[in-house]
């Protein structure tokens, strides 16, 4: 099984007859329900063997294909990717990180026989102070006892286990909070109760859940890791699901992209068509350049959590820079779309369900500031020992497709990255560019790491915490545009992707924009390559191919839009 197995099943999106595509995830939406159709076939499909280790029975080797599986889904219905399974595999990490072999299998088991298991870590008074929660477990006779509450939770009333993150001990620090995976069914009634289900505006059929425990008690084999060791087990299962989530991002903008099209196309207005309009063009092809830098900075970052450790730095600032991008590309689209963009009936509604659902999804798992209060410790040390000194990234790092090491847990660590190999590789680049636009953004980018490296040596210790200045944090914001450029410039200095000179000249353009500062483009060149960009991406739309690296054709005879 793989994601050809996955489009086949799911059919196409767009058709309106499919009970598993657009209109269906748009009705379940309505009444913020759950997709059961959607449900069902990745039943039969069996998605949850994506999450679990082959060791342990299950498909998961390398992150870029379970990645891959889980865009085709949310292309489809964030809701549903997020609702059916992700959450189980954010809970199923945690196992796996710092869970025994027994509990390891346990857990396997559940989620091959379709079950699933809430990683019950939130609490809406401490938000993503994982330090800060409340949540307790006491240690009593051959057992603890749970107290407090949990809200906002994924899938939580609906689950068959928990990952419970609990405060251990009373004294302040990193040893303070422990790990337990409970069942559900071992839990006594007159201890536990749900809490109602919060609502959202996007992803309205997420099931968030809460629950509330009073002396609650479980058994001391439900202990996940050693005792106190809750916060450093998260922090190295983190890395993987904060790899993995900014790919996804990639799913909603392809289809908000391909409504976008099709409605230019077939909008006529002043005599012409929409798609005749020289600002619809060019907002069409800001998005599709938008999108291929997300693509490319994900793939880069999916391949680290195998190859380097610098992936707990790379982790966040990819999820921040990304959710931002599909953000900023969603309203930049809805200029093109009008009053379709907000209509939640008729042939593009859609677009506002994936603007609602990318919203929220932004949120899922860690916040934006929070990426980049995680971003901020290691910059002042890479700054110091590793920006344009180190030598380039090995050349696997930035081959999309290209051969991986299986995914191993066991060799993530918590502490700051040593070295900082994209940067080392967009040194290198920037060191031998030619003359032309990519070697121009290459030398632009190479003096902003250099500006950057200044600023971020200067930083006072106060600025690498969570009450930085603002300052800080716009260091950081400025770290992840040069990620997201040098990983850019690294895959197409590689070749074997469907990013060429152009594509990769708009990515750049765009991402300099973020930067501000004087052009690097003039006008007429712009004008070029976005016409240039708006060309390939109504191609791709026309040709039912994918807008990412891939260009996979999508399922599909054709049709709106």
């Known amino acids: 099984m793989g994601v050809e197995d996955l489009d086949a099943l799911l059919g196409d999106a767009w058709d309106p007859a499919n009970p598993a595509g657009h209109a269906a995830a748009l009705a379940a939406d309505e009444r913020a329900e759950t997709f059961a159709e959607g449900e069902r076939l990745l039943d039969r499909y069996g998605l949850n063997a994506e999450f679990v280790p082959a060791a342990y029975g299950g498909r998961l080797t390398r992150a870029d294909r379970l990645a891959d599986v889980q865009r085709t889904l949310w292309r489809l219905d964030p809701c549903l990717a997020a609702g059916y399974g992700f959450s189980s595999f954010?809970?199923?990490?945690?196992?796996?990180?710092a869970g025994t072999g027994e509990q390891r299998r346990t857990a396997a088991d559940l989620l091959l026989a379709n079950g699933r298991i809430a990683a019950a870590f939130h609490e809406l008074d401490h938000g993503n102070d994982l330090a800060g929660a409340g949540f307790a477990a006491r240690r009593g006779t051959g057992r603890w006892l749970l107290t407090g509450r949990k809200e906002v939770v994924g899938n939580l009333r609906r689950a068959e286990a928990f990952v419970l993150f609990a405060r251990t001990a009373d004294a302040a620090g990193s040893r303070s909070h422990s790990q337990f995976l409970v069942s559900r069914a071992a839990l006594p009634a007159s201890a536990v109760c749900d809490l109602p289900r919060s609502g959202s505006s996007g992803l309205r059929g997420l099931q968030l859940g809460g629950m509330e425990f009073r002396d609650c008690p479980v058994?001391?084999?439900?202990?996940?890791?050693g005792e106190g060791a809750g916060l450093e087990s998260a922090m190295r299962a983190f890395q993987i699901t904060r790899a993995i989530i900014p790919s996804f991002m990639v799913g909603p903008l392809d289809t908000a992209l391909r409504a976008a099209i099709g409605f230019a196309a077939g909008r006529r207005l002043y005599g012409a068509t929409a798609a005749d309009l020289p600002y619809v063009r060019a907002v069409i092809a800001r998005a599709y350049a938008d999108l291929l830098a997300v693509d490319a900075v994900s793939a880069v970052v999916l391949r680290a959590l195998h190859l380097s450790p610098a992936v707990s730095l790379y982790a966040p600032a990819a999820k921040y820079l990304t959710s931002r991008m599909t953000l900023d590309a969603f309203e930049d689209l809805r200029s093109v779309l009008g009053a379709q963009g907000y209509l939640r009936q008729g042939p593009y509604a859609i677009f506002q369900k994936m603007a609602r659902d990318a919203a929220s999804a932004t949120f899922i798992h860690i916040s934006r500031s929070a990426c980049l209060a995680a971003m901020l410790p290691s910059l002042p040390r890479l700054a110091r020992r590793s920006w344009l000194r180190d030598p380039p990234g090995a050349p696997e790092l930035f081959e999309p497709g290209g051969a991986l090491p299986p995914l191993d847990p066991d060799r993530l660590s918590v502490g700051a990255p040593t070295g900082d190999p994209v940067m080392g590789t967009l040194a290198a680049i920037g060191d031998r560019a030619g003359g032309g636009p990519v070697g121009r953004f290459a030398a632009r980018f190479?003096?902003?790491?250099g500006a950057l490296r200044d600023a971020c040596v200067a930083l006072p210790p106060r600025d690498i915490t969570i009450g930085a200045s603002p300052a800080a944090y716009a260091l950081a914001d400025r770290y992840s545009v040069l990620l997201a450029a040098a990983s850019a410039l690294a895959v197409w200095d590689r070749g074997g992707t469907r990013l060429g000179e152009t594509e990769l000249v708009g990515v750049l353009?765009?991402?300099?924009?973020?930067?501000?500062?004087a052009s690097v483009l003039t006008d007429a060149e712009r004008e070029d390559v976005e016409e240039r960009l708006f060309t390939a991406a109504a191609e791709r739309h026309r040709d039912r191919g994918l807008f990412d690296l891939t260009a996979r054709h999508r399922p599909g005879q054709g049709g709106h839009p």
């Open 90 to 97: 954010i809970g199923w990490v945690n196992v796996w990180v």
């Open 219 to 225: 058994p001391d084999d439900t202990l996940l890791g």
């Open 446 to 449: 190479l003096a902003e790491l």
């Open 509 to 517: 353009d765009r991402l300099a924009g973020r930067l501000g500062g």
